[in-house]
């Protein structure tokens, strides 16, 4: 398949990035996401954030999709991508990276529903009421009220998010959910030996639960050396097609466009001056700079031989199905 078949196979697929934390109210990271095809993303709306500090941002998102509904429209159910396709705007999922904005209260989770939240990370870096994320000293597992967490998200509708948890919280949440759960920005450990990468036994307990894991595109998860092209991305996805197999596999970039300084350095709390020298190194994938390079992804899956109903499923019709699963409820 040539360039201009791969783009049009691009332009007619439903697009999804599983995590982009983009800073959204600058122009240029929405004109880069309609660049590249982009049908929906999951956007963050909260991570450390407080919970009077994730309403302000929800409030303030709320206000943007008034404002550019040509660019940009909220996602609360797998219709409302469909619209986004048809419209030729990009559809902001809200997800959380954390679950410190429900403030220990378990009825917040409800009202967060309620105002269009589908899919929340039960850790960041570090140990919470929930769980233990990745940098944390000792991971713990899921504690009782982290079960209760992953419950009632589960009754609701809200896709379990497991991407920066520990090993021992990430495997305890797969078992405690009644259906499936996501790695929405994951890599494999065996690519690439850093603490945000998750063993090749987490990926497939989460296929055998039926989720889908998120292909990151930062050097430092993709290969050893902390340099990686567009070649290194699809490599990745290869490794854990072969995993997993391919309807647990899809894009899940964590690009982090035009983030003012001071939320950047929020955001890298907790990790290691050795993990942020590699971060700080080297974040571009040369061939997959911005979200503007997303077609390069279809054409070079297209040119290692996936088949063009493959390359749909990894580039957005496993999310799409996992969303239509999750969202409805259990």
Not at 244 to 257: A, R, Y
Request: glycine share 10%; aromatic share 8%; net charge negative.
């Amino acid at each position: 398949m040539n360039q201009h078949q791969a783009m049009k196979l691009h332009e007619e697929a439903i697009v999804i990035d599983g995590l982009n934390a983009s800073y959204f109210f600058n122009e240029d990271v929405l004109r880069r996401v309609r660049l590249g095809g982009v049908t929906a993303f999951n956007g963050t709306v909260a991570a450390w954030h407080s919970l009077p500090e994730t309403m302000n941002l929800i409030a303030d998102y709320y206000r943007l999709f008034k404002e550019r509904p040509d660019w940009i429209m909220q996602v609360r159910r797998v219709e409302d991508i469909h619209e986004a396709k048809v419209r030729g705007c990009a559809g902001m999922i809200f997800g959380f990276q954390d679950t410190n904005a429900i403030n220990g209260n378990l009825r917040m989770l409800a009202v967060y529903h309620a105002l269009g939240v589908r899919i929340i990370q039960l850790t960041y870096n570090d140990e919470n009421a929930v769980g233990c994320g990745c940098m944390a000293p000792e991971d713990k597992g899921l504690p009782p009220f982290g079960r209760e967490v992953v419950a009632e998200m589960n009754r609701l509708g809200m896709l379990v998010d497991l991407s920066h948890c520990g090993t021992k919280t990430t495997m305890d949440a797969v078992e405690a959910s009644k259906g499936p759960v996501a790695f929405t920005h994951a890599n494999p450990l065996a690519l690439a030996k850093s603490p945000r990468n998750k063993p090749d036994e987490a990926f497939k307990a989460l296929a055998a639960k039926g989720g889908v894991a998120g292909v990151v595109r930062l050097p430092a998860w993709l290969t050893p050396h902390g340099r990686a092209s567009v070649e290194d991305y699809l490599n990745a996805i290869d490794y854990l097609v072969e995993l997993t197999g391919i309807d647990h596999v899809g894009l899940g970039t964590d690009f982090m466009e035009e983030i003012p300084a001071e939320i950047l350095m929020q955001s890298l709390q907790g990790i290691s001056p050795e993990n942020l020298q590699k971060y700080y190194s080297s974040t571009i994938v040369e061939g997959f700079e911005s979200a503007a390079e997303f077609p390069r992804v279809t054409e070079g899956l297209l040119a290692r031989g996936s088949s063009p109903e493959e390359v749909k499923k990894i580039v957005g019709g496993n999310w799409l199905r996992l969303y239509e699963k999750v969202w409805k409820g259990f």
